[in-house]
């Protein structure tokens, strides 16, 4: 059983940054792919962004030129470094991983807020 396990939210104030991470359970060298998804209250899930193995990125653009993610093979994780943080942003962030076959799987997700 995969299991993710998100960590680095909390509370900050507007402007300011915060790096999430993913640990996975297993070697993600050959991972098809990672992603970062948010929810906020009383909105559905959204993708943000994402890294296939061979180190491509994607963003949603409402998050491109302040959000990076990154992946760490021999660590197993996957960050997201958010700079330039707004209130729009504060949601729960999940770690979705995509062996390739059509399986994914989540982690249980970090809270994020921003204060204005």
């Known amino acids: 059983q995969v299991q993710l396990v998100e960590s680095g939210g909390g509370l900050v104030q507007a402007g300011g940054s915060l790096r999430l991470s993913c640990a996975a359970s297993?070697?993600?060298?050959?991972?098809?792919?990672m992603g970062w998804y948010r929810q906020a209250p009383g909105k559905q899930r959204e993708f943000i962004a994402g890294i296939t193995g061979g180190g491509i990125t994607t963003y949603v653009d409402s998050v491109k030129g302040r959000f990076t993610i990154s992946r760490d093979n021999a660590e197993n994780t996957v960050y997201l470094q958010m700079n330039s943080l707004k209130p729009e942003d504060t949601a729960t962030y999940y770690c979705r991983l995509d062996d390739g076959t059509g399986v994914h799987y989540w982690g249980k997700g970090a809270l994020v807020t921003v204060s204005s």
């Open positions: 297993i070697s993600i060298s050959s991972i098809h792919s």
